[in-house]
């Protein structure tokens, strides 16, 4: 989850936010990534087991993604968080 390169900041964005993230991602323990999504406020989306979320895992289209991605959008138009 962090590098001797980032340190993520803890406390909360200061705009609308989403994490999605994988039960079994190498890059970052699940607890880590929820803590880090709940310090910034921001919702969390469990993509199940998924591994790694990047594009050198190989995942194709996501119509979840989009639909999710979508309604973000429009929360944020409504002045929803």
């Known amino acids: 989850l ?3 390169d ?3 900041a803890r406390a909360p964005l200061p705009w609308p936010s989403v994490v ?3 039960g079994n991602d190498p890059q ?3 607890d880590a990534v929820a803590a880090l999504a709940a310090d ?3 919702e969390l989306i469990d993509a199940g087991e ?3 979320l990047d594009a050198a895992s190989g995942h194709g289209p996501w119509p979840e993604g ?4 979508a309604a973000f959008i ?3 138009g409504e002045g929803r968080r």
């Open 20 to 22: 999605v993230t994988s």
């Open 6 to 8: 980032w340190t993520p």
């Open 50 to 52: 998924a591994g790694a």
């Open 66 to 69: 989009l639909i999710r991605l």
């Open 74 to 76: 429009k929360g944020i």
């Open 28 to 30: 970052g323990a699940y």
């Open 2 to 4: 962090t590098s001797s």
């Open 40 to 42: 910034w406020g921001a």
